[in-house]
């Protein structure tokens, strides 16, 4: 069965510092990766999908994310964070599934900015 | 645009009572309907998912159930509610893509 590992469950960091979030899934297929965001109080938000081509997706807010297939990876970036960053990340692998999309997300990156 | 919907926001309700959450979609037709149930530490656990009016299925056996009257209309309910049915519970939809675009979420405190 398909799983998806974030291991780091609670980072905190200060403004302008560079961020990276792993995100580790299994399975062996060809695979749609997401990274979705949920800001404090607000809806669970889409911020970058990769589904093919280059394996360096750029999302908003600077946020860009790198499929390495090999690894098994799909690592969120920024080069340096802001306090409007703080929020939890969530990874998910997506597969088309019967007609609909059988998704499996990560336990969820909980990110604190200190200004 | 699309939009989705749900209500209430915030729920209490005593253990032993019956729940009814309601999502709606608007602005696309034939939705994939989903019920997610978010707790800390533990990410989005899928509970149902649904492709079509009356079509559900449950990925998770347990005490809720889910029902789709109508085409953007996705209800999930319980009969008797317990207090491990707490939780914060999320409705999600999607179309011809596969990202899935959620709605604000019900905050369910069963006492």
């Known amino acids: 069965a398909q799983s998806v590992s974030q291991h780091n469950h609670h980072v905190i960091l200060s403004e302008a510092a560079s961020l990276e979030l792993g995100c580790n899934y299994s399975y062996g297929g060809t695979v749609n990766l997401f990274w979705y965001v949920q800001y404090p109080g607000q809806h669970l938000q889409l911020l970058l999908k990769y589904f093919s081509g280059d394996p360096l997706v750029k999302g908003i807010k600077g946020f860009e994310a790198e499929f390495i297939k090999s690894k098994f990876s799909f690592n969120l970036r920024k080069p340096s964070v802001q306090w409007s960053d703080t929020a939890e990340y969530f990874c998910a692998v997506i597969l088309p599934y019967g007609g609909y999309q059988k998704v499996t997300f990560g336990t969820g990156t909980k990110l604190q900015v200190i200004p | 645009s699309q939009t989705i919907h749900q209500w209430p926001a915030t729920l209490v309700q005593p253990v032993g009572s019956p729940l009814s959450l309601e999502c709606t979609v608007e602005g696309t037709s034939n939705p994939n309907l989903y019920w997610y149930r978010q707790a800390a530490g533990r990410g989005l656990q899928l509970l149902f998912y649904?492709?079509?009016?009356?079509?559900i299925s449950s990925e998770v056996p347990q005490n809720l159930s889910a029902s789709r009257p109508q085409d953007r209309q996705f209800i999930l309910s319980s009969k008797k509610l317990l207090l491990s049915d707490s939780g914060f519970y999320l409705c999600a939809w999607s179309g011809g893509v596969y990202e899935q675009y959620f709605g604000p979420g019900t905050r369910l405190t069963v006492t």
């Open positions: 649904s492709v079509g009016i009356g079509q």
